[in-house]
């Protein structure tokens, strides 16, 4: 599985003018991509490490606080295009990317797994044509992959 997280004060995301998902930061947004070989296991060992990565502003000893130090929320939107691979020529090819059927399954397994941990989560629509608006503090970006 691979991330994309982005350390936000606000995030949303809106599906034909709706707002299907949003967060008042400071906070995460975090894009997950499925590949083939992803299982459940992948999939709860990402949601740990979301919860408990230091990417938040520092406390008042100057440590980076992560989302379960805050109980910061985060907003999980699922993105197959993060296994897209343009080697070669001018278009990308997605072969990388599991399909719907196998990936979304998974995409809900890190949800439930964040919700587990005491996180506040909140999500896009999988599947769906999305918006994502959100403003990124530092700017502040990562991979993850695991």
Known sequence: MRAVVQRVTEARV??????????????LCVLVGVTHDDTPAKAAQLARKLWTLRLLPENDEGVEQSCSDLG???????????????????RPTWNAAAPGPVAEPLVDEVVTHLRALGAKVETGRFGADMQVALVNDGPFTVLVEV
Request: net charge neutral; proline share 6%.
């Open 14 to 27: 809106t599906v034909a003018g709706e707002t299907v998902g949003a967060i008042e930061g400071p906070g």
């Open 72 to 90: 910061a929320p985060l907003l999980v939107i699922s993105q197959f295009t993060l296994y897209g691979d343009a080697r070669k020529g001018r």
